[in-house]
C-alpha cells in the first residue's frame, strides 16, 4: 500500500490529527555519536526500569501552588493559559476553560475537551455537549444559565484518555476553580470527572445514582456532587438512557428543594 493510500485510510477509520502523545523538538540538532571502541559487556548487567514512575511530582507541585495563588476564576484562567507544566498544553489549539454563569450555584464538570471544544475553546459544544443540552433541557433547564467546565482543560491528541500525570497535573486547577466558584450543587460527567473531585477508584455505574460529598481544598463545607453517565457514553449506548434519566429526575428534585437554583 503507498503511503497515500494507508493515510487515506487512517481518515477513514477516524484519525484527525497527525500527532504524537508528547511534542518532539525537532529543532533541536541530535548529538553526533562518538566513535569509540566496542567494549565488552559486564557479566551481569542490571535490568533497565520498565515502568517509569507514573507520578511526576514537580509539575503537579507547581500547578498546586500556582492554583492556590489564584484569588479569583479571571487570575486562575490567565494562570492556566500561562502555565506550561502539562504537555497537553503544546498540542491543544484552544484552553478551554468553562462556559456560563459562575454565579449559578450549579456547576456541571467534564472530562475534556474534544475537536469542537478545541477549536472554539468552549467546552460541551460538539455532539455529546448539544446532547448534554437536550438532557439539561429534558428536565428544564438552559444549560447557559449555569456553569460548566472540565478536569482536562486541553483536548488530548486525537481525543485519546488523558494519562494519570495529565489527571493529576489539571486536577489542582479544576478544585481551585470549584473553590472559587463556591457552587451549592456539582454535576460529573463521566468517570474521569467523579474519580477527579471525589477520589478513589469506583467505576461510573458504582458512583451514579446518589449524591455523595466532595471534600474541596478551601471550603469549609463539602459540596453535594452527583455523578451521572456521560453525554458521549450515552450516544454511544442508548440502553444506559434509563439511568441517566434517573439521575436527571435526582438532579431536578434537588434543585427544586432549593428554589433560588431554579
Ligand atoms: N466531553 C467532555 O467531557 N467535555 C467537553 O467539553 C466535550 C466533550
Not at 455532539?127 to 447557559?144: C, K
Not at 485519546?160 to 457552587?183: G, K, S, Y
Not at 478551601?218 to 453535594?224: F, K, N
Request: glycine share 8%.
Amino acid at each position: 500500500m503507498d503511503a497515500f493510500a494507508a493515510l487515506r485510510l487512517q481518515v477513514e477509520w477516524g484519525a484527525d490529527e497527525a500527532l504524537e502523545p508528547l511534542p518532539r523538538d525537532r529543532m533541536r540538532v541530535a548529538p553526533v555519536p562518538e566513535r569509540v571502541a566496542p567494549r565488552p559487556l559486564p557479566e551481569a548487567q542490571p535490568a533497565a526500569p520498565t515502568v517509569q514512575p507514573a507520578v511526576q511530582p514537580a509539575p503537579v507541585r507547581r500547578a498546586q501552588e500556582i492554583a492556590a495563588a489564584a484569588t479569583s476564576t479571571a487570575d486562575l484562567r490567565a494562570a492556566l493559559a500561562a502555565f506550561d507544566g502539562c504537555p497537553l498544553a503544546a498540542t491543544a489549539t484552544n484552553l478551554v476553560f468553562a462556559d456560563g454563569n459562575p454565579q449559578a450555584g450549579l456547576m456541571l464538570v467534564g472530562e475534556g475537551p474534544g475537536e469542537e471544544e478545541d477549536r472554539t475553546g468552549k467546552p460541551f459544544v460538539g455532539r455529546s455537549g448539544q446532547f448534554l443540552d437536550r438532557m439539561l433541557a429534558s428536565i428544564g433547564l438552559d444549560r447557559s444559565r449555569y456553569l460548566i467546565t472540565n478536569l482536562i482543560p486541553w483536548r488530548p491528541p486525537g481525543n485519546r484518555n488523558p494519562t494519570d500525570n495529565e489527571v493529576l497535573i489539571c486536577l489542582p486547577f479544576l478544585l481551585r476553580h470549584i473553590a472559587l466558584v463556591r457552587p451549592r450543587r456539582l454535576v460529573l460527567l463521566g468517570a474521569l470527572a467523579a474519580r477527579g473531585v471525589l477520589g478513589g477508584s469506583a467505576g461510573i455505574t458504582r458512583l451514579r445514582g446518589r449524591w455523595h460529598s466532595a471534600t474541596i481544598p478551601g471550603l469549609e463545607a463539602p459540596v453535594p456532587a452527583l455523578p451521572m453517565l456521560h453525554p458521549a457514553y450515552l450516544l454511544r449506548n442508548a440502553g444506559a438512557k434509563r439511568e441517566a434519566w434517573a439521575d436527571l429526575r435526582l438532579l431536578r428534585r434537588s434543585l427544586d428543594a432549593d428554589l433560588t437554583q431554579v
